[in-house]
């Protein structure tokens, strides 16, 4: 059994990383740290407390970092010199020359480093996942993702929609969108973005048009707060037919809800919502297959065991992490930036 103890218990660290690591076989749920320190009538075995040394005094085998973004970087390290393991909400960190200096340390002890991509874990990117494995597709020529959303209503009083280091959209679910490009496509050879305010008022990022460049592929991602009508998940155009999703995997909403995931048909999408391949035979419906966050939190746990290899690598979280950061400049600069190191 693995101690776990989680930093922040807000948005990200009450509804993706509590509930979510209380019902994985093998992990304790031990202690969080609240500023307040009140109690969770949710959690009521857990400790609560109010500061990161209390976690780092108790026998805690993993650390989990759910705070603001500007505070990953100098938290995970801090829990890596105590010999801690630690899992990073996304993104890993405000830039990559943090993300390194954290891989460098958990390399030199040893430690299981990772960063929350739960987004591998869902329905709709499995089962295109299997689809490509399958080449039911054929050679990918577009691949086009999306986070389409329509909040209208600022909310300046928090951190992500103030202009602090790795605050914005991009940041926040770009990271995803990235992470998945990356797992089925590799590095590309070059990015080129449109990353820009659209709500009235608001400070930062709120929107993003990012290409990136394969050879003979480009592979589009797109992010919005203005889309009343929502555009589908996932468009992949290949040389065999074409794949259509809609709709946004259940799993944030029913953990929203307070619904936890080793409930019976947890990931389980409405027949209305499942995804058409389309083919010169016709168009054909694709079930979506069921998925759970628990097996993010599963592989850890086995990776930290020595049972399994570690599914999100901090190189390919660090690789995110370089996107990131150029997708931005090439936004700034407006034109098409070459992936540094990558020669085609």
Same mark, same amino acid.
């Given at each position: 059994?693995?101690?776990?103890?989680?930093?922040?218990?807000?948005?990200?660290?009450?509804?993706?990383?509590?509930?979510?690591?209380?019902?994985?076989?093998?992990?304790?749920?031990?202690?969080?740290?609240?500023r307040s320190a009140e109690r969770d009538s949710r959690y009521p075995e857990v400790e609560f407390v109010r500061s990161i040394d209390e976690i780092?005094?108790?026998?805690?085998?993993?650390?989990?970092?759910?705070?603001?973004?500007?505070?990953?970087?100098?938290?995970?390290?801090?829990?890596?010199?105590?010999?801690?393991?630690?899992?990073?909400?996304?993104?890993?960190?405000?830039?990559?020359?943090?993300?390194?200096?954290?891989?460098?340390?958990?390399?030199?002890?040893?430690?299981?480093?990772?960063?929350?991509?739960? @987004?591998?874990?869902? /329905?709709? =990117? !499995?089962?295109?996942?299997?689809?490509?494995? %399958?080449? #039911? *597709?054929?050679?990918?020529?577009?691949?086009?993702?999306?986070?389409?959303?329509?909040?209208?209503?600022?909310?300046?009083?928090?951190?992500?929609?103030?202009?602090?280091?790795?605050?914005?959209?991009?940041?926040?679910?770009?990271?995803?969108?990235?992470?998945?490009?990356?797992?089925?496509?590799?590095?590309?050879?070059?990015?080129?973005?449109?990353?820009?305010?659209?709500?009235?008022?608001?400070?930062?990022?709120?929107?993003?048009?990012?290409?990136?460049?394969?050879?003979?592929?480009?592979?589009?991602?797109?992010?919005?707060?203005?889309?009343?009508?929502?555009?589908?998940?996932?468009?992949? @155009?290949?040389?065999? /037919?074409? =794949? !259509?999703?809609?709709?946004?995997?259940?799993? %944030?909403? #029913? *953990?929203?809800?307070?619904?936890?995931?080793?409930?019976?048909?947890?990931?389980?999408?409405?027949?209305?919502?499942?995804?058409?391949?389309?083919?010169?035979?016709?168009?054909?419906?694709?079930?979506?297959?069921?998925?759970?966050?628990?097996?993010?939190?599963?592989?850890?746990?086995?990776?930290?065991?020595?049972?399994?290899?570690?599914?999100?690598?901090?190189?390919?979280?660090?690789?995110?992490?370089?996107?990131?950061?150029?997708?931005?400049?090439?936004?700034?600069?407006?034109?098409?930036?070459?992936?540094?190191?990558?020669?085609?």
């Amino acid at each position: 059994m693995l101690n776990v103890g989680l930093v922040g218990f807000g948005f990200a660290g009450q509804v993706f990383h509590a509930p979510v690591i209380s019902v994985v076989d093998g992990l304790r749920l031990t202690a969080i740290v609240r500023r307040s320190a009140e109690r969770d009538s949710r959690y009521p075995e857990v400790e609560f407390v109010r500061s990161i040394d209390e976690i780092l005094a108790r026998p805690i085998d993993l650390v989990v970092v759910a705070t603001p973004n500007t505070s990953h970087a100098p938290i995970a390290k801090q829990c890596l010199l105590a010999g801690k393991h630690v899992v990073i909400d996304k993104p890993f960190a405000t830039t990559a020359a943090e993300a390194e200096e954290l891989m460098a340390i958990a390399r030199a002890r040893r430690l299981v480093l990772s960063v929350y991509q739960n @987004r591998r874990y869902v /329905g709709d =990117f !499995v089962t295109l996942r299997k689809l490509l494995a %399958e080449d #039911a *597709l054929g050679r990918v020529a577009l691949y086009e993702s999306h986070f389409d959303r329509f909040r209208l209503k600022l909310r300046p009083g928090t951190w992500r929609e103030k202009p602090l280091p790795g605050s914005g959209l991009w940041f926040d679910l770009g990271a995803h969108l990235l992470d998945q490009a990356l797992v089925l496509f590799g590095i590309p050879e070059a990015i080129s973005a449109d990353i820009r305010i659209e709500r009235d008022g608001a400070e930062v990022d709120d929107a993003a048009d990012v290409t990136l460049h394969y050879p003979r592929m480009r592979a589009m991602l797109r992010i919005s707060m203005l889309a009343a009508a929502p555009g589908p998940m996932f468009i992949v @155009r290949g040389t065999k /037919g074409t =794949f !259509v999703k809609f709709g946004l995997d259940p799993q %944030e909403e #029913a *953990l929203k809800a307070g619904r936890i995931p080793s409930e019976p048909s947890w990931d389980c999408d409405p027949p209305e919502l499942y995804g058409k391949l389309t083919t010169a035979e016709g168009t054909v419906t694709v079930p979506t297959i069921p998925s759970n966050f628990t097996h993010y939190y599963a592989n850890v746990r086995d990776a930290i065991l020595g049972k399994a290899e570690l599914a999100v690598k901090p190189q390919q979280s660090l690789d995110v992490m370089r996107g990131i950061e150029l997708a931005l400049e090439a936004s700034r600069q407006q034109r098409t930036l070459a992936w540094p190191g990558n020669n085609g």
